[in-house]
């Protein structure tokens, strides 16, 4: 029943988005599904769910989404509201669950950090947040992808822990402000790895 529900969300999604946007829609919810069959017991139609559903606002004007925050309740920090192209992240939850019918809490949860990463994360969040970045439709757009690609594969952790560095970093060379939930992110999962490999 579920995979029917990835098939509408799938035609749904295609007449609601732009092309570039479904195209990387459609890239992270497989990318997604090959992610949950390697490390997770999940049932892999709502990983792809997950991963329709993670820019369900973006193509909203940022009117529209502020307007969601507020109909929802969602509280925009100053940093969101100096950053509004993270927006999006913040109102999907209520987006999926409002236009698309998505209750499911856990989906909700991944939608709400596919940007920035947090600290101890879900299988699922730790799949879209690695899913959004490596995605086929990425290529050539991210510097040194590939071997966060195959990462991805081998240690789930340790490629969360890379992207986040990575975004970090190209954060600093480009003068931006650093997002302070990244940097937690990439904070966690670097004491993570070193506490499990034993660096001291």
């Known amino acids: 029943m579920k995979f029917e529900l990835v098939g509408m969300l799938e035609g749904q999604l295609n007449a609601n988005l732009d092309e570039k946007r ?23 139609d ?18 529209q989404q502020l307007r969601a925050a507020e109909d929802g309740m969602i509280y925009l920090s100053d940093y969101y509201l100096q950053h509004p192209k993270l927006i999006h992240a913040l109102v999907g939850p209520a987006v999926a669950q409002e236009e698309y019918g998505i209750f499911d809490r856990e989906i909700h949860d991944a939608i709400r950090t596919h940007t920035t990463g947090a600290p101890d994360m879900s299988v699922m969040q730790k799949i879209i947040y690695v899913a ?10 991210i510097m040194k992808i590939e071997n966060i690609r195959e990462t ?9 822990y890379m992207i986040a560095d990575r975004t970090l970093e190209y954060l600093k060379k480009q003068g931006a402000d650093i997002d302070p939930l990244t940097e937690k992110t990439r904070d966690f999962y670097k004491k993570l790895i070193e506490e499990r490999e034993g660096v001291e």
């Open 22 to 44: 479904f195209l990387h829609t459609r890239g992270v919810a497989y990318t997604a599904a090959a992610l949950a069959m390697r490390w997770y017991k999940y049932e892999i």
């Open 132 to 141: 959004d970045f490596i995605e086929p439709n990425r290529e050539g757009i």
């Open 46 to 63: 709502r990983v792809m769910i997950a991963g329709y559903m993670h820019d369900c606002a973006k193509c909203m004007s940022l009117p």
């Open 152 to 160: 991805a594969f081998t240690d789930l952790d340790k490629a969360v």
